[in-house]
C-alpha cells in the first residue's frame, strides 16, 4: 500500500499504521526530494522513531528546539513528541527510519522491562529528541546496531522482524545504560506545549475558512502578539506561514485524488482568490496547480508510472508490501 502524505487528525496526530498489531513497527527508506516542499510537515505520533541519516542531512524541528543530523548520524525522537523534518543543504537527504510502538521493547503494558526502563522514557517531557553522533563509542554502537536491522529489513529476509526486534532492544539497553538522563524529569511547565497545539487543533479545523490572527489567537486564549511569539519560538515560524502552508498542502491532496476545478480546490482549501492560490502555489513548488495536476494526478490511471508523483513519493511506506 503506497501512502503518499501523512493523513493526521485535526490535533495532528499521523494516521498512519506502522507495521501490524502483532508487530507494531514499521521500517522505511526515504529521500527529502519525494516530499512535497522537501519536508515531512509538523506531525505526532504514539510511537517512537529512529532516523538514520545514510546522504546529505536532515534539520530536525520539535517545540523550541531543533538540530542538525548529517551523513552517519542517527536521532531519536520520543513518542508523542510534535516533529518536523526538513532537507537540509542542496545535497537530497536520504533517510532510513524506524517507527515501533514502544510496547514492543517490553512485552505489554503490565513487562518489567516496559515498566521499569521504556515507560519512564516515554514519560519524559524533557526528553523530546537525542541525536547520535559518530563521534562517541557508545553513539556508533547504537548506530551500527540500528544499520544492521535496516540492511536485514531491506533484504525481505523472513526473519527481518526478529532481527529489527533484537537490534531495537538492543539501542534501547545502550540508550538507557548510557544516558544517565532519558528517564529524568523536572516536571517542567507544559502550558506553552498546550497552547501550541491548541492553535494548530484550531488551525487544522479551520484552514478551508477565512480566519484571521485573532481567531487563531482566542482559541487559547492568548493576545496576538503572544500567539506570533508561540509560534517563533515553538515552530520557527509565523501563523500565517503555518497557515498558508497547511492550505498549500491541503490542495495538493485535492488536486491530486479529485476531479475538482482548479478554482473550486482554492476556495476548499481556504483561498479566497484563485489568482492567489496560483501564485503562492507556483512560488512554494515552482510550477502552476494545473502543471502539478498534470504531472502528479493519481486519478487518471493509477497503474501508470506517468502518475506515480516524483514529489509525492510516500513517507510512510506498508512494509508489507
Known sequence: MQIYKIETEENGKELTTHGSHDFPCGSYDERFSHFVGGEVPWHWHDEIEVVLVIEGATKVECLNTSDIVRTGEMIFINANTLHKLTNHGTEDCRILNVVFSPKILGGGDFGLIYKKHVLPVINNKELMFYKFSTDKA?????????????????????????????????????????????????????????????????????????????????????????????????????????????????????????????ADIAYASGFNCSAYFAKKFKLAFNTTPMQFRKNYSVTSDPLSTNHLPVTLKPYRQDPKA
Open 138 to 262: 557508545w553513539h556508533q554502537q547504537a548506530i551500527n546496531e540500528l544499520t544492521s536491522a535496516f540492511k536485514v529489513w531491506d533484504e525481505k529476509r523472513s526473519d527481518h522482524e526478529f532481527y529489527m526486534n533484537i537490534a531495537l532492544m538492543k539501542f534501547w539497553h545502550i540508550f538507557c545504560t548510557n544516558h544517565q538522563d532519558i528517564t529524568s524529569s523536572k516536571n517542567a511547565s507544559k502550558t506553552n506545549e498546550k497552547r501550541v497545539q491548541t492553535l494548530l487543533n484550531f488551525i487544522h479545523s479551520h484552514y478551508d475558512e477565512r480566519i484571521s490572527i485573532a481567531e487563531i489567537s482566542r482559541a487559547a486564549s492568548i493576545s496576538e502578539s503572544e500567539c506570533y511569539r508561540l509560534f517563533r519560538n515553538a515552530l520557527g515560524c509565523s501563523p500565517n506561514s503555518y497557515l498558508l502552508n497547511y492550505r498549500l498542502r491541503q490542495s495538493v491532496q485535492l488536486l491530486t485524488e479529485s476531479n475538482k476545478q482548479i
